[in-house]
């Protein structure tokens, strides 16, 4: 079975910018999680999306938001890039939710310049 | 609020050593604990996990029991291998419905010939 997969794997943007990412759950799974990591901050959790609908939200500002389609493939887009938005940018599925174990996919490696 | 405490990386080890990981834990009620491994370049992976106190995870020679007397979760390995350098996130899951997961910064390990 494949894994979750994550697109693009890296990307460069400038600030100001936006940048949307994408995330292919596993098959058969109905949760979609994303994660922040950095360096000073460690894993941040930023939402959770379960049958089309955004059921957690973590603390982001509104430039970050995120939506997921019929299939459960996720999207996240973060609008006006700013510096501290580099980051990993992980995402993690699950079969109904964040009670059962989560499997993350590889990144996506932003970098804002 | 819940928070996982780690311990301050970067640890290094020979090969053949014997490896702990300090984790401890604030929450209420009885949450589920995990190790997550994350290998250079990818994503998370789930090591190993226990849902109930005295319960112990294994996986890959890797151990951690859930002592909920002392709030811990400790990750031990008795014979290292450099295959093993990682960085270790410990986490937690509350018990409470659509709570999410809560990681500790991390350790990382790495494992000398």
């Known amino acids: 079975k494949a894994g979750v997969t994550q697109t693009p794997r890296y990307l460069i943007k400038t600030r100001g910018q936006q940048v949307t990412l994408s995330c292919s759950p596993i098959s058969g799974h109905r949760s979609v999680s994303w994660y922040q990591q950095t360096p000073g901050q460690g894993l941040q959790f930023l939402f959770e999306y379960f049958s089309e609908t955004q059921r957690n939200k973590g603390n982001f500002p509104g430039r970050f938001s995120g939506r997921q389609f019929s299939n459960s493939r996720s999207e996240m887009n973060v609008s006006t890039l700013e510096l501290g938005d580099s980051a990993l940018y992980l995402c993690?599925?699950?079969?109904?939710?964040?009670?059962?174990?989560?499997?993350f996919g590889p990144g996506t490696r932003l970098l804002v310049l | 609020g819940n928070s996982v405490t780690q311990m301050e990386g970067p640890v290094t080890l020979s090969e053949e050593a014997f490896l702990t990981i300090n984790c401890t834990y604030t929450?209420?009620?009885?949450?589920?604990l995990f190790w997550y491994v994350q290998y250079p370049g990818e994503g998370l992976q789930l090591l190993l996990k226990?849902?109930?106190?005295?319960d112990k995870g294994s996986n890959k020679g890797f151990e951690a029991t859930y002592r909920k007397e002392t709030t811990s979760f400790h990750l031990e390995k008795g014979s290292v291998q450099v295959s093993d350098s990682a960085v270790y996130f410990c986490a937690l899951l509350p018990p409470e419905r659509n709570e999410k997961l809560t990681f500790g910064t991390g350790t990382r390990l790495t494992i000398i010939p």
């Open positions: 993690a599925s699950s079969w109904s939710g964040s009670r059962e174990t989560q499997y």
């Open positions: 929450a209420t009620g009885y949450p589920s």
């Open positions: 226990a849902t109930k106190a005295d």
